[in-house]
Structure formats: C-alpha cells, structure tokens
C-alpha cells in the first residue's frame, strides 16, 4: 500500500490457497501510524474487486486476531461474512492465539459490488 506521494504504508494481497477449489487468502498489515484511517478497507475493496472481476476466483478467506477489531472491522466493510472461530490458530513469542474467521464468495460479491 502506498500513499499517493509514493510513501508505503503497508502492504496487502491475495495468496491462492487451492487452484482446484478456486480459493484465496485476503492478507494486510498496515504501520500503525495509518491505522483508523480507511486505508486497509480501501485497499481490500480494490484487491477484492480485482480478483473478482478478474479471475475465476470463487472464495477468499481472511483471519483476525480475536484481540485485533480493527482487523475485523475492515473484513466486515468489505463485505466479508464471519465464518468461525480458529482456535490456537498461529503462534507468536507469546503463545498460541485464536483467530476470527471472515469469507465472501462470488455471489455475495455480484450481489453486494458486482
């Protein structure tokens, strides 16, 4: 993600996780100094439009830290619907943590931005 003066602020994309199921994985992250201010949820409606119009693509998934709203907050703008809980989902240095969740599919997309 970059500022339109060039400055980068974060970065964001979509791995394909299966080509066989047509799926992919919505991954942000964004410096916290531009936190709050739209920009992750811009930059998710654009890749998601993207891969939508795009591709052949017929689900993307994305996962939140329980302890990260925010996160959440850009899944759900986008149009994204809680799936779930994933517990003990990944590991930092501080232990194993639970993870929201989110998906959308083509239909939804058609229906909602299409």
């Not at 929201?100 to 083509?106: A, K, S």
């Amino acid at each position: 993600m970059y500022l339109k003066d060039g400055e980068m602020i974060g970065s964001i994309g979509i791995t394909i996780i299966s080509e066989y199921d047509f799926k992919g994985e919505l991954g942000y992250k964004i410096g916290s100094r531009w936190w709050n201010q739209g920009y992750s949820s811009e930059a998710a409606r654009a890749v998601i439009d993207y891969m939508f119009r795009n591709t052949d693509i017929e689900r993307i998934d994305s996962f939140s830290s329980v302890e990260n709203p925010a996160s959440r907050k850009v899944m759900e703008k986008v149009g994204m619907h809680y799936e779930g809980l994933l517990r003990h989902y990944y590991r930092t240095r501080d232990g194993f943590h639970d993870c929201t969740l989110y998906g959308i599919i083509r239909n939804e997309w058609e229906q909602t931005f299409g």
